[in-house]
């Protein structure tokens, strides 16, 4: 189940809790992240990635034709992989994309925590979640302790997502909050 919550970034207050997808999305408007759900491919379980792309290619052209984006892959990651606490570390840091973020679920879980106008907005995504967290914005991306999703990244030019860390203490105050 999609969740998220707004926290105050100075005392830690809870602000908003939220499962509804509709009360999601208006409430990330304004810091101009956006939240969509998708309908859910039915493939079976493992699909390569050409499968997964072929499956949404009519959303992913809707959406990349609206966005100017250019292209689209796919990123799974699982509990055995041998580098899936590195792969988690490099994103827990609170930091900056020189353009937007953007992700769908097909399969799995991740929390997208974006540090803005002095709140804690944690989008806890789920199993046909689409995020766009914008370019420039201060966030950070946890998959948990045993990472487990199938993830489209659609984007422009892949080396807009190299973090760029704030060097702040944020993530460290404020984790994910798993739902």
């Given amino acids: 189940m999609s ?7 100075a005392t830690g207050a809870l602000e908003v809790s ?5 009360e999601i999305a208006a409430a990330l408007a304004p810091i101009n992240v956006r939240f969509e759900r998708w309908p859910v491919a039915e493939l079976p379980a493992g699909a390569d990635a050409e499968t997964v792309l072929a499956a949404y290619r009519p959303q992913l052209d809707s959406f990349m034709g609206a966005t100017g984006a250019g292209t689209a892959d796919v990123i799974k990651l699982d509990p055995s992989h041998p580098q899936k606490d590195a792969m988690r570390a490099k994103f827990l840091s609170e930091h900056t994309h020189t353009e937007d973020e953007v ?5 799995g879980v991740g929390n997208f ?27 950070w991306f946890d998959a948990g302790l ?8 659609i984007f422009t030019d892949t080396t807009g997502w190299t973090p760029h860390y ?14």
């Fill in 18 to 22: 939220t499962s509804d997808a509709a």
């Fill in 103 to 107: 992700r769908f679920f097909h399969e």
């Fill in 146 to 153: 045993e990472p487990s999703f199938t993830v489209l990244r």
């Fill in 166 to 179: 704030t060097g702040t203490d944020m993530a460290d105050r404020f984790p994910a909050v798993i739902g």
């Fill in 113 to 139: 925590v974006i540090h803005a106008n002095g709140k804690v907005y944690d989008a806890h995504c789920t199993q046909g979640d689409l995020i766009s967290v914008p370019a420039n914005a201060q966030h």
């Fill in 3 to 9: 969740l998220l919550t707004v926290k105050n970034a």
